[in-house]
T-cell receptor
């Protein structure tokens, strides 16, 4: 069974701080995606990483895919209140569906 | 349509009743997925469709749950004899094709409350 574990599950920080969210598995994934979800809405895709060791940047967000394609990280620089939300990683399973981690709830206080 | 549309947005039902949840995917998206999300948790896979067929329905919790898809369009998730543990947000997503290379577009979900 392919599983993804995210850590931490909950993070509360002050505006301007940096943070990193981790997504780990014992399984290899062909690709990995990160989503952000706000209350009452569905998750919204932030990025897809495909190649081991790949790094992608989206403004203040940096995403990295592990060399072995078993893990990924999301780093946010100088967090802002607008970054508040539930962050989800998801890996492409070998049966065509996405498997989601439990999510990291981020709260950025002004 | 422009996005994935789900209806109803909220549903309160009595224990033991049947419910139908509807999903209209983005036009041209061949793959459609159903997930369940409990409060503050990640997404639990239920079933997905590639066209009309369901290659993976391993996530359906029991035989009370079923889903169908008409053409490469609307899908309906049916829960029979609802139980309180069925209370959750049911999310639908679509993508151009199945597989992780194509990002999912999610609807806003149906919040189901069983009383």
């Amino acid at each position: 069974t392919q599983l993804l574990e995210q850590s931490p599950q909950f993070l509360s920080i002050q505006e301007g701080e940096n943070l990193t969210v981790y997504c780990n598995s014992s399984s290899v994934f062909s690709s990995l995606q990160w989503y952000r979800q706000e209350p009452g809405e569905g998750p919204v895709l932030l990025v897809t990483v495909v190649t081991g060791g790949e790094v992608k940047k989206l403004k203040r967000l940096t995403f990295q895919f592990g060399d072995a394609r078993k893990d990924s990280s999301l780093h946010i620089t100088a967090a802002q209140p607008g970054d508040t939300g539930l962050y989800l990683c998801a890996g492409a399973s070998n049966t065509g569906k996405l498997i989601f981690g439990q999510g990291t709830t981020l709260q950025v206080k002004p | 349509g422009a996005g994935v549309s789900q209806s109803p947005s909220n549903k309160v039902t009595e224990k033991g009743k049947d419910v139908e949840l509807r999903c209209d995917p983005i036009s041209g998206h061949t793959a459609l997925y159903w997930y369940r999300q409990r409060l503050g948790q990640g997404l639990e896979f239920l079933i997905y469709f590639q066209g009309n067929s369901a290659p993976d329905k391993s996530g359906l919790p029991s035989d009370r749950f079923s889903a169908e898809r008409t053409g490469e369009s609307v899908s309906t998730l049916t829960i029979q004899r609802t139980q309180q543990e069925d209370s959750a947000v049911y999310l639908c997503a679509s993508s151009l094709y199945a597989g992780g290379s194509y990002g999912y577009t999610f609807g806003s979900g149906t919040r189901l409350t069983v009383v």
